[in-house]
């Protein structure tokens, strides 16, 4: 695709009713990960054995210089919902991230949310939905986040970590709940770090969040030495209610 640079991510499908699957993924431009300009896009086939069909042009693309996602926006987490589809994803500028929404009525194309009240950069053409706490282990950046529907609500798992380059990330993930997905309230504490995984962990890179039969899998890829291995972990729906 001419806007992919050195890499496309795959990070979220949707499966709609006549059978045709959406596959969301991310670009990097160059190899200065995380500093490197992204965008975000879609292919779509019959089976997920494709053949896959890539849109020739991004679906949603960074903000204009100055405002909170002019950098690049990534992993998107897109569900399908009775009145289209929204997508929950990462917006950066340089040295921050945040979490932002769109929507949209057929999986193509997309809007970001935007406040009508907010009309100054950094704010002027879009709103993030989920920012740094300010306070403690995620009060920084927040970004990756993987969202699911549940019976209650919105749940969402995110990475959180006071900065967003450099070898040494210091992340830690947490979790958010929402009744509408623009109003999230986050957990108190953190759900785990790498170190809560494998003693060894240095990061966590890749994550996924399933809810199945009451029960939350989280799937991550963690970052032990110079490779990565593949864990899942478990918890039940009552984390919230805790």
């Known amino acids: 695709l001419p806007y992919v640079g050195v890499a496309a991510l795959a990070s979220s499908v949707v499966v709609q009713d006549d059978g045709t699957w959406l596959l969301y993924f991310y670009t990097w431009d160059d190899p200065t990960w995380p500093v490197a300009e992204s965008a975000i896009g879609v292919a779509t086939a019959t089976s997920p054995f494709g053949p896959w069909a890539a849109l020739p042009d991004p679906i949603l693309t960074p903000g204009e210089a100055g405002e909170w996602d002019a950098l690049a926006v990534r992993t998107p987490s897109v569900l399908q919902t009775a009145d289209g589809f929204v997508m929950f994803y990462s917006g ?66 995110y990475t959180a970590a006071m900065q967003v380059r450099g070898s040494t990330l210091r992340q830690s993930h947490g979790l958010a709940y929402s009744a509408d997905g623009t109003a999230w309230v986050r957990s108190e504490t953190a759900a785990f770090s790498p170190r809560d995984v494998n003693s060894a962990g240095q990061n966590i890179w890749f994550t996924d969040l399933l809810f199945a039969e009451d029960t939350y899998y989280l799937y991550l890829e963690l970052g032990v030495g110079n490779q990565t291995e593949i864990y899942v972990a478990t918890f039940d729906e009552t984390v919230f209610l805790d």
Do not use: C
């Open 92 to 157: 950066h500028q340089r040295g921050t991230a945040s979490i932002g929404q769109a929507f949209s009525e057929d999986g193509l194309n997309w809007t970001k949310f935007d406040d009508d009240t907010t009309i100054e950069a950094p704010y002027r053409q879009s709103d993030p939905i989920f920012q740094g706490s300010g306070v403690g282990w995620d009060s920084r950046n927040v970004y990756q986040p993987r969202v699911r529907q549940t019976d209650a609500g919105l749940v969402m798992l």
